[in-house]
C-alpha cells in the first residue's frame, strides 16, 4: 500500500476548526499516513499535545519558534522551546530561520533566534526544519557558521533556484517540495529533475500554498497526492515510486 509523507503541515491551525478531524481522514483515505506538524509559538503547542494525543500513530510534532513570532517577548519563547525539548522528544526543532519578507527589523533577533535553536537541535540530536522567506542569504550564512554532521534536516517549502538547491543540500538539507512545484510560476519544476530524488521530501504546509487545482484555496494534507503526482511527471516515475522514496527520506531525516 502506498504510504505518503507530509513532513509540514499546520494540522492546529483556526482554519481547520470546523472539520480538522474531517480533514484529517481525508488526509489518510489519500494515503497521507505520517503527518509532521511544526511548531509556530507556545500558544500553540497544547493543541499540538492534543492532536499528538488523538492520533499517537500519525502525528508527530516539532518544537521551535518561528522567525516571523520572533516579537519583543522572543526570548521568553526560546525558553519555552528549551523547557519543552528538555521535557521530551520531538521530531524535530521547527519550524526555524529567517523571514524578511514580513519584517526586516528584527534581523538580528531572528538571526540569534536561529542559531540558538540550531544548537537546541545539536545538543538532542534532532533535524531541524528550516523556514525561508526573501532571506537566502541570511538563512545560508548561519548555516555556514553550524555545518557539519550534526547540522541536518529539511529546507521547508524550497523556492530556490538551482544553485540554492545544491547548496541547502551541501549543508545536509533535504528539499521541502510542496504546491509551489504545480505553480505555472513556480519556477522550481523546471530544473527539479536535475535534483536526485533521494534529496526531496513531500510536504503541503497547510493550510497555506494549496497546489493547482485548489491554488489560493485552503491547503489540506490529503493534497500531498497532488503533489507527489506532479514529481511524478517531473521525474517520470510512478506515483508510487515518489512516495516510496520521499517516504523513505523522511524516515531518514526524522528517524521515524
Given at each position: ?62 518544537m521551535g519558534l518561528h522567525p516571523t513570532y520572533v ?57 531541524i526544519n528550516i523556514h525561508c522567506r526573501d532571506a ?86 490529503s493534497y500531498t497526492l497532488l503533489v507527489a503526482q ?27
Open positions: 500500500m502506498m504510504i505518503l509523507t507530509d513532513t509540514h503541515t499546520h494540522l492546529y491551525s483556526e482554519e481547520f476548526s470546523d472539520d480538522r478531524d474531517q480533514m484529517i481522514q481525508r488526509a489518510f483515505d489519500a494515503g497521507v499516513k505520517r503527518l509532521f506538524v511544526p511548531s509556530i509559538d507556545s500558544s500553540y503547542t497544547q493543541a499540538m499535545y492534543d492532536l499528538e494525543a488523538k492520533y499517537p500513530e500519525n502525528v508527530f510534532l516539532m516579537k519583543e517577548n522572543y526570548e521568553e519563547e526560546l525558553a519555552h522551546v528549551e523547557r519543552e525539548l528538555a521535557k521530551r522528544k520531538f521530531a524535530a526543532v521547527g519550524e526555524i530561520g529567517i523571514d524578511l519578507y514580513w519584517d526586516k527589523s528584527t534581523l538580528k533577533q531572528q538571526q540569534y533566534a536561529f542559531k540558538h535553536q540550531i544548537q537546541l537541535a545539536k545538543k538532542y540530536n534532532l533535524p537566502f542569504d541570511e538563512v545560508f550564512e548561519v548555516l555556514e557558521s553550524e555545518k557539519g554532521d550534526d547540522l541536518f534536516g529539511i529546507f521547508h517549502c524550497f523556492t530556490g533556484d538551482f544553485e540554492q538547491a545544491q547548496k541547502a543540500i551541501s549543508y545536509n538539507m533535504k528539499l521541502g517540495i510542496g504546491g509551489v512545484a504545480t505553480f505555472k510560476n513556480g519556477k522550481i519544476d523546471q530544473f527539479l529533475n536535475e535534483i536526485p530524488l533521494e534529496h526531496i521530501v513531500l510536504e503541503t504546509d497547510s493550510p497555506y500554498l494549496a497546489p493547482v487545482p485548489h491554488r489560493g484555496k485552503r491547503n489540506e494534507s506532479k514529481l511524478a511527471l517531473i521525474y517520470n516515475l510512478p506515483v508510487e515510486e515518489i512516495a516510496r522514496i520521499t517516504t523513505q527520506n523522511a524516515v531518514n531525516v526524522f528517524g521515524i
